[in-house]
């Protein structure tokens, strides 16, 4: 998988001909940044504005002698774009993708299936900013589509939503969206309407229910199970009341993760179709369940003493969901020691409290293999209930690995 990163805000100039560019610094990169995209062919990228239903694209630099492409060997590429009439003051955003086939917009193909018809486009992850009044917002963003069709091949089909997340712009990996986190949060969006799987990964069996969300960075998994779960629940024959979803992190997380939660909030509220139900005579008025998504910072090596905030101490959490975080072998101690807490913590305050996590990760070292030896030390079990193989242009395939952890018992 790689990515569409900006390394720089998008700016508005004007050239020596008096003629408004577009000045775009991108690079294209793996998650962590350790590898730049090396096609064999250049890859054409395409470049839309949006101001309200108005939608302008924009395909070549200012100076019409090539198209805008990325090559084998780039680090950075640096393009002016010709405005063909001056930016507006309202929101307009900008999105940057690659371009398939010679396609004008960008691919709403979920990331994590099987059988890409395009791995230059498919597994590039494009990024969009805001412009409001001709000025660039501080973070980039990427879109996650929420379909409303059950295993449904074409994800812009039905009542659709999307969900926003923000990142840093820059060269620092920290405050971005991983490959698992990406990966998983697209399979859970696509299989939402799926018996079968949301029965095995999350099965929901009371009316209301709380999931925990460890090392959330920007927040993209935990927010993605808040826009999910009432279709999770209604599949499963489950009519839900409540659902609270607490993201934690360190405190280097707050701010992008807080933002994030704000974007979310217009998707978690709007109007919502359940699975089995028909389109016609939908009563708009009827009561919908209620979830609610909150932020609290939550470091690993207070969770393993026990040292909760006042939101992780609230609740029991019939959920506990993470990604990307076993990469960093000297936090698996406090990693699994704070999952242990969690869980004692949880059973005390419901005596027949089990635990389920659901961890995802894409294997990085074979270091990362002694969280499970930690993780049987303290009584939890673990088993594999999706793999999904990443293909890279160039390169060994990768996969993307989604376990359940389950304990029980008050130890």
Not at 164 to 169: Q, S, V, W
Not at 211 to 233: Q, S
Not at 314 to 327: N, Q
Request: with cysteine.
């Amino acid at each position: 998988m790689h990515y569409i990163r900006l390394l720089r805000p998008v700016s508005v100039e004007t050239t020596n001909r008096r003629e408004e560019v577009l000045s775009v610094l991108l690079t294209i990169t793996t998650d962590l940044g350790d590898s730049f995209f090396g096609p064999d062919e250049p890859l054409a990228l395409g470049v839309t504005l949006k101001a309200g239903s108005r939608a302008t694209v924009l395909a070549c630099p200012a100076d019409n002698k090539s198209p805008l492409q990325w090559r084998a060997g780039m680090r950075v590429l640096k393009a002016q774009l010709r405005l063909r009439e001056p930016l507006p003051k309202e929101k307009t955003t900008v999105c940057i993708f690659a371009r398939s086939h010679g396609s004008r917009t960008p691919s709403t193909r979920p990331y994590w299936r099987h059988g890409f018809e395009d791995e230059h486009t498919e597994l590039i992850v494009p990024v969009s900013v805001d412009m409001v009044d001709r000025k660039c917002a501080p973070v980039s963003l990427r879109t996650l589509a929420l379909p409303s069709q059950a295993n449904g091949d074409d994800a812009s089909s039905g009542d659709e939503r999307s969900l926003e997340l923000g990142e840093d712009i820059g060269e620092s990996i920290a405050r971005h969206i991983w490959d698992a986190g990406l990966v998983t949060a697209s399979f859970l969006s696509d299989s939402c309407r799926s018996a079968a799987v949301m029965t095995d990964i999350l099965p929901v069996q009371h009316d209301c229910i709380n999931i925990l969300e460890l090392g959330c960075g920007v927040g993209i998994l935990g927010t993605t199970v808040a826009g999910i779960i009432r279709d999770a629940a209604a599949v499963q024959g489950q009519s839900l009341v409540e659902a609270y979803v607490l993201l934690t992190d360190v405190d280097e997380a707050e701010e992008r993760a807080r933002a994030n939660i704000a974007r979310a909030e217009t998707v978690l509220e709007g109007k919502h179709r359940y699975a089995g139900e028909e389109d016609a005579d939908e009563d708009e008025s009827e009561e919908k369940p209620h979830v609610q998504l909150q932020y609290e910072n939550l470091d690993w090596d207070d969770g393993r003493r026990g040292a909760f905030g006042p939101l992780s101490a609230a609740r029991a959490w019939d959920f506990v969901v993470l990604s990307d975080c076993t990469y960093n072998v000297d936090s698996l101690s406090a990693l699994v020691g704070t999952l242990s807490t969690l869980h004692k913590h949880s059973h005390s305050l419901q005596d027949a409290a089990e635990t389920r996590v659901i961890l995802a990760t894409k294997p990085r070292h074979a270091s990362e293999e002694a969280l499970f030896g930690l993780l049987g030390e303290q009584g939890w079990s673990h088993r594999v209930v999706k793999r999904i193989p990443l293909p890279r242009v160039n390169a060994e395939a990768e996969v993307v690995e989604i376990y359940v952890l389950e304990k029980t018992g008050k130890k």
